[in-house]
């Protein structure tokens, strides 16, 4: 059975740090890319950082996404020893309140721009305050 469970949510205040975790059971997270996604109350849920696979990484290609609402202040890792995906976050704001959801898709090119993928984490609740 595979699983994907996030933690490291919580209350930060604005300009603060937090660090998700998303760990994967069942399933080798080193072939899969794997994305965050963050849907805010009366929002759509939406993609904001993804990793390609480990094995599709190349020097010359760029391996990570992240949307313009995030760049520069989010980053999108994996450690394949632990089979865990992380996205760090600094300097948060108000505006990054949402519950995260990290997801996992074998496909490539993936399907995250449109919603989808193979598997999903349950969600964490991130809340700034300002």
């Known amino acids: 059975q595979v699983q994907l469970t996030e933690s490291g949510g919580g209350l930060v205040q604005a300009g603060g740090s937090l660090r998700l975790s998303c760990a994967a059971s069942?399933?080798?997270?080193?072939?899969?890319?794997v994305a965050w996604f963050r849907q805010a109350p009366g929002k759509e849920r939406t993609v904001i950082a993804s990793?390609?696979?480990?094995?599709?990484?190349?020097?010359?290609?760029?391996?990570?996404y992240y949307a313009d609402s995030v760049k520069d202040r989010f980053t999108i890792s994996r450690d394949n020893a632990k089979n865990t995906v992380y996205l760090q976050m600094n300097s948060l704001k108000p505006e990054d309140t949402a519950v995260y959801y990290c997801?996992?898709?074998?496909?490539?090119?993936?399907?995250?721009?449109?919603?989808?993928?193979?598997?999903w984490g349950q969600g964490t609740q991130v809340t700034v305050s300002s």
């Open positions: 997801a996992a898709d074998r496909r490539f090119p993936t399907r995250f721009i449109s919603g989808r993928a193979d598997y």
């Open positions: 069942g399933v080798t997270i080193s072939s899969y890319a």
């Open positions: 990793i390609i696979p480990s094995v599709r990484i190349v020097p010359s290609v760029r391996s990570e």
